[in-house]
């Protein structure tokens, strides 16, 4: 019997040690007993982090939607599949049952094929936070196509390069979206993006804020009128194991986004297993992740982790503070939520509110707590543990990444003892590995070092989209035959895993991973900057906040600093998204480099985070004046 469910300590480092000692027998194991296969593997693993290439299950046949909904049909029809919650509490919350989800899905998927898409196919989905959008992914996966859904806070510009880089076929939307008092046009946003999209054949758009928007005549087609026509039959695709399941795009430290490719068989197997053991999740339990699922831990832990074990899955469309600060409390109250899943940006922001809303609300359904996206402060952790947890709820801080497709490093809540900022114990197959900066492993504990994996697990992304190479390089070269994390990490005395952040130029501002060269691009589109730099300095609810140097062109103008701030932070808005603004802009006369030419960023970073004491030698910069200059006009 394969030990799908963990229960206490022993039986995890019982476990963990079969699946380093037998990662095959392991893996096949919890594989055969618990998912529904159309055809089993040849070969579990094969692998080889030179090339990159890794393959779990070849030869195995499968649809993931068989495992998500139809193999639920009979024991679990009339559950809740979806609990949605939408932005306005007076709006009653939706139940879609499982023979809903089936039926709904179904529907969808005809809708897809009837627009001319087939297996493998791309098709980007760009929607809020409502059922469609979990239901479009899935009738994705029903027939095949590959989705890439871009979060829908993205500019038409990011929008643009991300159907444009994988050639999306077709393009899910809705009207409008609601985000607390605001309404965002949606559409106009996908109009202006697709001006540049010439793959792009037709426009699905569901009706949600029913906004009057423009309707390209041959191209745009209102969703609605074409799911109440179709079937509410369908059948699945057979997919093999390997084959793509989906593009996620994630920052990298160039311009251009990373189209990170998730595959089927290892992907479900993964992210079902973390999800059970991770959440300790029973039949009856409401789980809700409040990541939105343009986000990797949306895909992982609101779709496809939560439905293939038969879940509940609450999907929210609000924000924490629409209409006030207590709005998640009442959500947990209201729909007796057992796990809660959120972000330590999240947290800090409810901390500050004080405790009222939240006394005002019975949480006692709640029994793990989750968090995820960025390292956890001890003050956070205390008062999620604390004010939210009443001491009873063990956290789980899971690290894990865009990349590694689930969750890595985690406490199993009431087997694995928590302690305050550590991610503790790798989960079940994961190896992780300390490196120092020689390449050499840092072996022992009370040791920090760059955090790589140095054994494959099923759900790790296969590839780049269209650019395996990059994928090569940016992984698998800084250390030999190993998977490197671009974070750095502690082990404690006990072994105990403690994140420190990322060690490269991708910054984690409120959760999210922002790429510093995109953002650099875009203020250099400006007319009058000369050159531009950007660090994160520590922000007491975003975590990190984004501290841009600018350098202008001498034009001999005088220059407004207050209207060019204002107009640097448009053009980022445009061209990437709100998420991305500067929170603090400094006119430099110059940015600090080396002989090379390279931006010194450790002294910005330190002059931004006002921790000056120990600079380091400046004096062969090659114009160490400037230092001086920046450190007199921080702001
Ligand atoms: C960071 C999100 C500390 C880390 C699932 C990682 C964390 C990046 C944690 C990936 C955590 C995520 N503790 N840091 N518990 N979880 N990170 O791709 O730097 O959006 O490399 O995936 O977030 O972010 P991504």
């Known amino acids: ?142 027939i095949g196509a590959i989705h890439s ?33 605001k309404t965002i046009d949606l559409k106009g946003i996908v109009d202006e993006a697709l001006q540049n999209c010439p793959s792009v054949k037709s426009v699905l758009v569901v009706k949600r804020t029913n906004e009057d928007v423009h309707m390209e005549a041959g191209r745009d087609h209102w969703l609605e009128p074409l799911l109440d026509k179709a079937s509410k039959e369908g059948k699945a695709e057979i997919m093999n194991a390997e084959d793509p399941l989906f593009i996620l795009y994630t920052s990298g430290s160039t311009g251009r986004p990373k189209g990170m490719v998730h595959t089927s068989a290892g992907y479900m197997v993964y992210t079902a297993y973390t999800f059970k053991n991770t959440f300790q999740y029973r039949e009856h339990d409401i789980f809700w992740c409040t990541a939105d699922i343009g986000w990797i831990t949306g895909h992982s832990y609101i779709v496809y982790g939560p439905l293939a074990n038969g879940a509940t899955t609450v999907m929210f469309e609000g924000v924490p503070s629409y209409p006030d600060f207590g709005r998640f409390w009442e959500i947990v109250q209201k729909h007796k939520v057992t796990q809660f899943y959120t972000a330590p940006t999240a947290i800090r922001a409810l901390a500050k509110q004080g405790v009222e809303l939240v006394d005002k609300y019975d949480l006692s359904s709640l029994k793990v707590l989750g968090s995820v996206g960025e390292p956890i402060n001890e003050e956070a952790w205390h008062w ?19 990349e590694t497709g689930g969750i890595m490093i985690t406490p199993i809540p009431f087997v694995t003892p928590t302690k305050p900022t550590y991610a503790t114990l790798p989960f079940i197959g994961v190896q ?155 006119f430099t006369q110059g940015l600090p480099k080396t002989r090379s030419g390279k931006i010194m960023r450790r002294i910005l970073r330190k002059i931004a985070s006002n921790d000056t004491s120990n600079l380091g030698d400046t004096s062969t910069l090659l114009n160490p004046e400037v230092v001086q200059e920046i450190m007199d006009n921080v702001l």
């Not at 495992?67 to 306005?88: M, Q, V, W, Y």
């Not at 023979?99 to 529907?107: G, S």
């Open 384 to 402: 999620y543990n604390d004010t939210i947890g009443k001491g009873k709820s063990p956290i789980v801080d899971t690290w894990w990444q865009t």
């Open 149 to 181: 859904v871009v979060f829908a806070g993205f500019s038409s510009k990011a929008l643009a390069t991300r159907i444009n880089d994988s050639e999306c076929k077709l393009v899910v939307t809705a009207d409008g979206s609601y985000r607390g008092a």
């Open 432 to 586: 992780p590995a300390l490196m120092d900066d020689n390449g050499q492993e840092i072996k022992g504990n009370q040791v920090d070092g760059k955090l790589c994996i140095k054994f494959p697990w099923p759900s790790m992304a296969r590839t780049i989209w269209g650019d395996h190479q990059r994928y090569k390089d940016t992984y698998f070269s800084a250390f030999e035959n190993k998977y490197f994390t671009g974070d750095g990490a502690l082990r404690d005395e006990v072994g105990y895993y403690r994140i420190t952040g990322r060690v490269d130029d991708v910054i984690i501002v409120s959760g999210h991973n922002l790429g510093t060269a995109p953002i650099e691009d875009a203020i250099n589109e400006h007319p009058a900057v000369s050159e531009s730099a950007i660090v994160g300095f520590p922000h007491d609810v975003k975590g990190n906040a984004l501290y841009g140097y600018v350098t202008l062109k001498d034009t001999g103008e005088s220059r407004n600093h207050e209207n060019l701030r204002k107009e640097i932070n448009q053009l980022i808005t445009d061209r990437i998204g709100p998420i991305a603004k500067l929170d603090k802009i400094q």
């Open 1 to 142: 019997m394969s030990h799908y469910h963990i229960k206490h300590l022993e039986e995890y480092y019982q476990v963990y040690r079969k699946s380093v000692r037998e990662p095959e027998n392991f893996w096949e194991e919890i594989a055969e007993e618990h998912f529904l296969w159309r055809k089993k593997w040849d070969k579990v693993l094969s692998w080889d982090f030179t090339k990159p290439e890794v393959k779990w299950f070849e030869g195995a046949q499968l649809n993931i939607t068989e495992n998500c909904i139809d193999r639920h049909l009979s024991t679990r029809g009339d559950k809740t599949a979806i609990l949605f919650e939408p932005n306005d509490p007076n709006e009653p919350a939706e139940h879609i049952t499982y023979r809903q989800l089936y039926e709904r899905v179904n529907q969808f998927a005809n809708v897809l094929k009837e627009q001319g898409i087939q297996r493998g196919d791309r098709v980007c989905i760009y929607v809020p936070m409502i059922p469609e959008l979990a239901i479009s992914i899935l009738a994705c996966a029903r």
